[in-house]
């Protein structure tokens, strides 16, 4: 789980076989998803085989405690969640891998933190269900390869646990309703982890949208470029198992990191949400070309077929008339940008770098920079910034990402994104896909809130004191 490879033997697992049963079980929840997405069935199918008699989890929230925390996955990215997380005084009471050397290191820096040692859970691909069946578990943090998390998060909701879990939150149509039914039938959260939503330019700018800035808002644009070639083809870690990925779909496959952040200025389902999505992509080239050169002659990974288009843009519409672009490229050499866009009738912002225009600032049309509203600094940062910028983890933003989530447990707040948002921003990665096989046809979004997306105005985020 989120582990490099290990020797096989009885009873231990190598990643590569971890993900591969991961990958079995999510073809196997997809399918039943590819007949639920065509356009002119959509409607229909939604209201048939979608809607469920439970309440609703919209504004609902946590049980007020000092919530006692699991992870499962502590290789690269669930170690920096950890580390964050103790930095945020978590208390953390248990760790599950399949590799034991990464459960071990996890642990150490727990008691390193001043707690005691934490129960470790080893033994196989399964060992997390032993762990959910402990009852001095609030919450779970999920960190592990894609195709686990639905698996996983509906486990821990189904012991009574709230969940988190990395991004992309799930992979198939089927996962997204099933998280959102679990969800509503256990009353329990599903966050996905999307810390860009914690980022300094994306609140500050969230609460100059609220604040009107930027007038009506008409478009926004996000975006993950960044070359992971090198990562892709590593011998550890995510080039393990992320490669794959592209050999298996041709459409974006990680976009939340551009797309929340301007979900959160559009309102999206709090007032608006997603209406129908068109989707096309490039050739592939960029995976051939790095191992042409970067392999050696024999290697296995020179017999892959890769499918994922090195560039997929797709255009979103939603309910109320606004367009969303959504990027994703990681097989090409570019400089890292999630290019962050919103704008409105009053003014625009775009990022990388920061940069602001509003109607009448200048006679030049010249951009300024996102200094010059330093008063529009979120009280997070304002509070929080300095030490979550000691800490790292992307600038800070995971830091924050896990105080205000431990903030909103300890104070039985609802969480800033709910389960909606996680199935609503997956999504886009299966739709992508499925428009891109249609010849970029038009292919209409679920709306997983049943029609309740009325009942709020704003994100929680924008809000905060």
């Not at 050739?283 to 024999?298: A, F, I, N, S, V």
């Amino acid at each position: 789980m989120n582990s490099d490879q290990q020797n096989l033997g009885s009873g231990h697992w190598s990643r590569r076989k971890f993900v591969q049963v991961g990958a079995a079980s999510a073809v196997s929840l997809g399918a039943m998803s590819l007949s639920a997405i065509n356009p002119a069935q959509a409607n229909a199918e939604d209201a048939t085989a979608t809607v469920t008699t439970h309440g609703s989890m919209i504004d609902v929230p946590f049980e007020k405690r000092n919530p006692r925390v699991a992870f499962i996955g502590t290789g690269g990215r669930g170690t920096n969640l950890l580390e964050n997380l103790l930095a945020a005084d978590g208390q953390v009471v248990a760790l599950c891998d399949i590799v034991q050397e990464h459960a071990d290191r996890a642990a150490s820096l727990v008691v390193k933190a001043g707690q005691a040692k934490p129960q470790l859970f080893t033994d196989g691909p399964y060992a997390f269900e032993t762990m959910l069946g402990r009852k001095d578990i609030d919450l779970v943090l999920v960190a592990t390869p894609w195709s686990w998390h639905a698996e996983m998060a509906i486990a821990a909701m189904k012991q009574g646990k709230d969940v988190c879990i990395e991004v992309p939150g799930v992979v198939t149509l089927e996962e997204c309703w099933q998280i959102v039914k679990t969800s509503e039938e256990t009353r329990k959260q599903c966050v996905m982890l999307e810390n860009c939503c914690y980022g300094y330019n994306e609140t500050l700018i969230l609460r100059m949208v609220h604040d009107g800035k930027f007038g009506d808002l008409l478009y926004g644009e996000g975006a993950y470029l960044h070359d992971l070639r090198s990562e892709l083809f590593s011998d550890r870690g995510e080039g393990l198992w992320r490669r794959a990925e592209h050999t298996m779909r041709d459409g974006n496959l990680y976009p939340s990191h551009g797309l929340g952040p301007v979900a959160n200025y559009m309102s999206m389902q709090r007032g608006d949400r997603f209406g129908y999505l068109v989707s096309m992509s490039t050739p592939q080239r960029g995976l051939d070309e790095y191992r042409k050169h970067h392999l050696k002659t024999g290697d296995p990974r020179m017999e892959e077929r890769y499918v994922t288009g090195d560039m997929n843009t797709s255009l979103i519409k939603t309910a109320k008339g606004l367009t969303i672009t959504v990027k994703h490229a990681v097989s090409t050499p570019h400089p890292y940008d999630r290019i962050n866009l919103i704008a409105g009738t009053k003014g625009i912002f775009e990022d990388y770098p920061p940069r602001i225009y509003l109607d009448g600032q200048n006679k030049d049309e010249s951009y300024r920079s996102i200094d010059t509203w330093k008063q529009y600094a979120h009280p997070l940062w304002q509070k929080e910034g300095e030490l979550a910028a000691k800490i790292g983890g992307h600038g800070g933003m995971d830091y924050l990402m896990l105080y205000r989530l431990l903030q909103c447990v300890r104070e039985g707040l609802p969480p800033d994104m709910d389960v909606y948002d996680a199935a609503s921003w997956s999504a886009v990665g299966p739709l992508s896909v499925t428009s891109v096989s249609r010849g970029s046809a038009p292919v209409e979004f679920p709306d997983f809130t049943q029609a309740r997306w009325m009942q709020r105005n704003v994100s929680a985020i924008a809000t905060q004191g």
